[in-house]
C-alpha cells in the first residue's frame, strides 16, 4: 500500500505542476498550454449558469454534463476543470490497481504497471493538465471493465451506459462485453455444445450463445441509462444537443492536419465525388479488425478492450494526442499477461514517440511558419500508421494469459 | 468578435462571413489617427489554389463616442459599442486609403490526390492484414 500510495502521491504532484505551469505559460507565452477545448468547455458552463443552452458555444460537441460539471470553473477557479481530471486520472489509476489485483497481479507488479503506464507517464499527465477531459471517460470504462470482471453487472451497465454518453467511441466495447458475459464461469455447457463445424457455423453459434441473462440485463441496463440521458437533455437543449453530442461524431470529417493516416486523401478529396466511397474504404479495416480481434480475445476483456481501442485510435479518420489516453488507461491492465523482453519493450515505445516526432515537425512548420509541408505531414501519418500496426502486433504476438500459459505447463 | 460567432475550425469554403467590430484606439503619435489590430486566421483552403488573398472591407465605421457631434452627419447605423451588447452607439462611415493584405496560405496540392489515395489505401491494407494474421494466429477461436 506504501508503494501504491507513493505512485499516486508522485503522479499527483506531477500533474499539479503541470497545472501551475500551464497557468504561467498562458500568462506569458504566444503559445498556450491550456488546450483550446478547455476555453470551450468553461464557455460553456458560463452558459450554463446563465441558464442558457450550452450549445451556444460554437464547436462546444459534448455531453451537457460535462458544461455542468465545470459550473465550478465559473463559479469558483477557472482552474477547477483542470484539477477535476487530475482527480480522474488519479482515480483511474486506483480502479485498475484493483483490477490487476482482483486478477491475481502481485501487489507490487500491479502497482508498478499503474506507475509505469498511466500515473508517471507524460501524455496522459500532459493530457489532463492542459484542460482535456478523457480521464472521466478513461475512469467510467475502467469501471466497467472492473464492475464485469467482478460479476457486478448492474453496475458496469451504468458505467458503460455514461461512458457512452460522455464519448461514442465505447460502443465498440460492447461485442466483446457481451461475448466475455456470455462465457463467464457456469455457462460452458452452452458453448462447448456444437462448438465444431463451419466457421459461419461457430460464428452463429456465438451470436446465439450470447444472448443470455447478464447479457440481457447488461444491454438493457447500459441502453436505459444511455437513453434517459438523451431524453432528459433532449428535453432541455433539443435538437442542438443531439445534432452536436452524438450525430456530429457519427458523421465527423476533420480535414485538418491530425495522426490519422487518412488526414491528407480525406482534404484533397473533400468535393470529389469519390469522398463517400473512400470514407467507406477507411471505415473497412477497422470494421472487420474490431470484430475479428473481439471473437479471438474476449475471454481476457481487459486485453480485447486494449486491442479494440488501440486499433480503433490507429485507423480512424481522425486521430489527436488525447486520443492515446483511451488505450493507455487499459496498458496497465494488460501489461502482466505480455511476455516481452524490456529491451523489445523499450524500443516499441521508442519507435512510437519517434513516430509522433516525426509527424510533430513538419506539423509545426506547417501550422507556425506558413510552409507547405503537408505531404511530409502524411508520409509521417503513414509512418505512424506503421509503427502503430507494428506494435499491436507485437503486444498480441508476446500476450500470454497466465493460465494459458499454466495449462501449457500442466499439458507437457 | 467573440468566439461564439464563428466556427473556427471550418474550412474556408464552407466558413459563413462574420461582421467584425474592430474598437481603434487613439494613436498617441498622431492627433488625427487611429490605430487597431485584427488577428487573422488562415483557415484550410480548398487544395491548389496556390495564393490566397485576403482584403479586409475598403470602408470603415467610426463611432462618435469621444467626438464632437457638430461636425458629424446624422448616424447612419445603431450598433453594440462592444462586445458588451447592452449598450448602443452610433456610427457613421469615413474616408480613409483603403489597404490590400496578401497572405500566403499553404494549400494541399490537387495533382498528389491519386498518389496519396493510393498508398494510403495500401498501406492501410497491408497494416490490417498485418494486424489481422496476428489476431489469427495467436488469437483464441475455440475452447
Not at chain 1, 509527424?359 to 502503430?388: C, H, Q, R, S, V
Not at chain 2, 463611432?63 to 458588451?84: F, K, R, Y
Not at chain 2, 451588447?85 to 490590400?100: A, D, F, I, L, N
Given at each position: 500500500?506504501?508503494?501504491?500510495?507513493?505512485?499516486?502521491?508522485?503522479?499527483?504532484?506531477?500533474?499539479?505542476?503541470?497545472?501551475?505551469?500551464?497557468?504561467?505559460?498562458?500568462?506569458?507565452?504566444?503559445?498556450?498550454?491550456?488546450?483550446?477545448?478547455?476555453?470551450?468547455?468553461?464557455?460553456?458552463?458560463?452558459?450554463?449558469?446563465?441558464?442558457?443552452?450550452?450549445?451556444?458555444?460554437?464547436?462546444?460537441?459534448?455531453?451537457?454534463?460535462?458544461?455542468?460539471?465545470?459550473?465550478?470553473?465559473?463559479?469558483?477557479?477557472?482552474?477547477?476543470?483542470?484539477?477535476?481530471?487530475?482527480?480522474?486520472?488519479?482515480?483511474?489509476?486506483?480502479?485498475?490497481?484493483?483490477?490487476?489485483?482482483?486478477?491475481?497481479?502481485?501487489?507490487?507488479?500491479?502497482?508498478?504497471?499503474?506507475?509505469?503506464?498511466?500515473?508517471?507517464?507524460?501524455?496522459?499527465?500532459?493530457?489532463?493538465?492542459?484542460?482535456?477531459?478523457?480521464?472521466?471517460?478513461?475512469?467510467?470504462?475502467?469501471?466497467?471493465?472492473?464492475?464485469?470482471?467482478?460479476?457486478?453487472?448492474?453496475?458496469?451497465?451504468?458505467?458503460?451506459?455514461?461512458?457512452?454518453?460522455?464519448?461514442?467511441?465505447?460502443?465498440?466495447?460492447?461485442?466483446?462485453?457481451?461475448?466475455?458475459?456470455?462465457?463467464?464461469?457456469?455457462?460452458?455447457?452452452?458453448?462447448?455444445?456444437?462448438?465444431?463445424?463451419?466457421?459461419?457455423?461457430?460464428?452463429?453459434?456465438?451470436?446465439?450463445?450470447?444472448?443470455?441473462?447478464?447479457?440481457?440485463?447488461?444491454?438493457?441496463?447500459?441502453?436505459?441509462?444511455?437513453?434517459?440521458?438523451?431524453?432528459?437533455?433532449?428535453?432541455?437543449?433539443?435538437?442542438?444537443?443531439?445534432?452536436?453530442?452524438?450525430?456530429?461524431?457519427?458523421?465527423?470529417?476533420?480535414?485538418?492536419?491530425?495522426?490519422?493516416?487518412?488526414?491528407?486523401?480525406?482534404?484533397?478529396?473533400?468535393?470529389?465525388?469519390?469522398?463517400?466511397?473512400?470514407?467507406?474504404?477507411?471505415?473497412?479495416?477497422?470494421?472487420?479488425?474490431?470484430?475479428?480481434?473481439?471473437?479471438?480475445?474476449?475471454?481476457?476483456?481487459?486485453?480485447?478492450?486494449?486491442?479494440?481501442?488501440?486499433?480503433?485510435?490507429?485507423?480512424?479518420?481522425?486521430?489527436?494526442?488525447?486520443?492515446?489516453?483511451?488505450?493507455?488507461?487499459?496498458?496497465?491492465?494488460?501489461?502482466?499477461?505480455?511476455?516481452?523482453?524490456?529491451?523489445?519493450?523499450?524500443?516499441?515505445?521508442?519507435?512510437?514517440?519517434?513516430?509522433?516526432?516525426?509527424?510533430?515537425?513538419?506539423?509545426?512548420?506547417?501550422?507556425?511558419?506558413?510552409?507547405?509541408?503537408?505531404?511530409?505531414?502524411?508520409?509521417?501519418?503513414?509512418?505512424?500508421?506503421?509503427?502503430?500496426?507494428?506494435?499491436?502486433?507485437?503486444?498480441?504476438?508476446?500476450?500470454?494469459?497466465?493460465?494459458?500459459?499454466?495449462?501449457?505447463?500442466?499439458?507437457? | 468578435?467573440?468566439?461564439?460567432?464563428?466556427?473556427?475550425?471550418?474550412?474556408?469554403?464552407?466558413?459563413?462571413?462574420?461582421?467584425?467590430?474592430?474598437?481603434?484606439?487613439?494613436?498617441?503619435?498622431?492627433?488625427?489617427?487611429?490605430?487597431?489590430?485584427?488577428?487573422?486566421?488562415?483557415?484550410?483552403?480548398?487544395?491548389?489554389?496556390?495564393?490566397?488573398?485576403?482584403?479586409?472591407?475598403?470602408?470603415?465605421?467610426?463611432?462618435?463616442?469621444?467626438?464632437?457631434?457638430?461636425?458629424?452627419?446624422?448616424?447612419?447605423?445603431?450598433?453594440?459599442?462592444?462586445s458588451d451588447t447592452t449598450s448602443s452607439c452610433q456610427w457613421h462611415t469615413t474616408k480613409h486609403t483603403p489597404v490590400k493584405l496578401m497572405l500566403r496560405v499553404p494549400v494541399g496540392h490537387r495533382e498528389h490526390s491519386s498518389l496519396v489515395c493510393a498508398l494510403?489505401?495500401?498501406?492501410?491494407?497491408?497494416?490490417?492484414?498485418?494486424?489481422?494474421?496476428?489476431?489469427?494466429?495467436?488469437?483464441?477461436?475455440?475452447?
Amino acid at each position: 500500500m506504501a508503494g501504491v500510495g507513493a505512485a499516486l502521491l508522485a503522479g499527483l504532484l506531477a500533474r499539479l505542476a503541470l497545472v501551475l505551469y500551464g497557468l504561467h505559460q498562458d500568462r506569458t507565452m504566444r503559445v498556450r498550454y491550456t488546450d483550446v477545448d478547455y476555453r470551450v468547455f468553461t464557455d460553456a458552463a458560463r452558459l450554463v449558469t446563465e441558464g442558457r443552452s450550452p450549445y451556444r458555444r460554437a464547436t462546444y460537441r459534448y455531453t451537457p454534463l460535462l458544461a455542468w460539471l465545470l459550473t465550478p470553473n465559473v463559479l469558483l477557479t477557472e482552474a477547477f476543470g483542470k484539477l477535476l481530471f487530475v482527480a480522474g486520472d488519479l482515480a483511474a489509476a486506483v480502479v485498475a490497481y484493483r483490477a490487476l489485483r482482483r486478477r491475481g497481479t502481485p501487489a507490487g507488479r500491479a502497482c508498478g504497471c499503474c506507475a509505469a503506464a498511466w500515473l508517471l507517464n507524460p501524455l496522459p499527465m500532459a493530457v489532463s493538465s492542459r484542460g482535456n477531459a478523457e480521464a472521466l471517460v478513461a475512469l467510467l470504462v475502467l469501471a466497467t471493465l472492473y464492475w464485469v470482471e467482478a460479476g457486478s453487472v448492474g453496475k458496469a451497465a451504468v458505467c458503460y451506459g455514461l461512458a457512452v454518453h460522455m464519448k461514442i467511441y465505447p460502443v465498440s466495447y460492447a461485442l466483446p462485453i457481451a461475448l466475455r458475459l456470455s462465457a463467464a464461469p457456469g455457462r460452458g455447457a452452452l458453448r462447448d455444445r456444437a462448438a465444431k463445424g463451419t466457421v459461419m457455423a461457430r460464428l452463429w453459434h456465438l451470436l446465439v450463445t450470447m444472448l443470455n441473462r447478464d447479457v440481457v440485463l447488461f444491454g438493457t441496463l447500459a441502453g436505459s441509462v444511455l437513453v434517459a440521458l438523451t431524453v432528459a437533455f433532449y428535453h432541455l437543449y433539443g435538437w442542438e444537443f443531439l445534432e452536436h453530442a452524438y450525430l456530429y461524431h457519427l458523421t465527423r470529417r476533420d480535414i485538418r492536419h491530425n495522426f490519422s493516416p487518412y488526414f491528407y486523401m480525406l482534404y484533397l478529396t473533400a468535393e470529389s465525388k469519390w469522398s463517400f466511397a473512400l470514407g467507406l474504404a477507411a471505415f473497412l479495416p477497422q470494421l472487420l479488425l474490431l470484430l475479428v480481434v473481439s471473437i479471438a480475445f474476449y475471454r481476457d476483456l481487459a486485453f480485447s478492450c486494449f486491442l479494440h481501442t488501440a486499433i480503433f485510435v490507429t485507423f480512424n479518420k481522425v486521430c489527436t494526442s488525447q486520443y492515446f489516453v483511451w488505450y493507455l488507461c487499459l496498458l496497465p491492465l494488460v501489461m502482466p499477461s505480455i511476455k516481452m523482453s524490456w529491451h523489445r519493450a523499450v524500443l516499441l515505445l521508442s519507435l512510437w514517440f519517434m513516430g509522433q516526432g516525426l509527424w510533430l515537425t513538419p506539423a509545426f512548420f506547417l501550422e507556425f511558419k506558413g510552409y507547405n509541408t503537408y505531404l511530409f505531414i502524411w508520409m509521417a501519418g503513414l509512418l505512424f500508421l506503421l509503427i502503430n500496426s507494428l506494435i499491436i502486433v507485437q503486444i498480441i504476438a508476446h500476450y500470454q494469459k497466465e493460465t494459458q500459459a499454466a495449462k501449457k505447463l500442466k499439458q507437457q | 468578435m467573440s468566439e461564439n460567432m464563428s466556427n473556427m475550425k471550418a474550412p474556408e469554403y464552407l466558413a459563413q462571413a462574420a461582421v467584425l467590430l474592430l474598437f481603434l484606439e487613439p494613436e498617441s503619435r498622431c492627433s488625427r489617427c487611429f490605430r487597431g489590430t485584427v488577428p487573422v486566421h488562415a483557415r484550410y483552403h480548398r487544395p491548389a489554389d496556390c495564393l490566397s488573398c485576403l482584403a479586409p472591407g475598403d470602408a470603415g465605421m467610426l463611432s462618435l463616442g469621444q467626438l464632437s457631434a457638430e461636425c458629424w452627419e446624422p448616424a447612419e447605423v445603431n450598433t453594440p459599442c462592444s462586445s458588451d451588447t447592452t449598450s448602443s452607439c452610433q456610427w457613421h462611415t469615413t474616408k480613409h486609403t483603403p489597404v490590400k493584405l496578401m497572405l500566403r496560405v499553404p494549400v494541399g496540392h490537387r495533382e498528389h490526390s491519386s498518389l496519396v489515395c493510393a498508398l494510403t489505401l495500401l498501406t492501410t491494407g497491408l497494416c490490417s492484414g498485418l494486424i489481422l494474421a496476428a489476431a489469427c494466429k495467436y488469437g483464441h477461436f475455440s475452447q
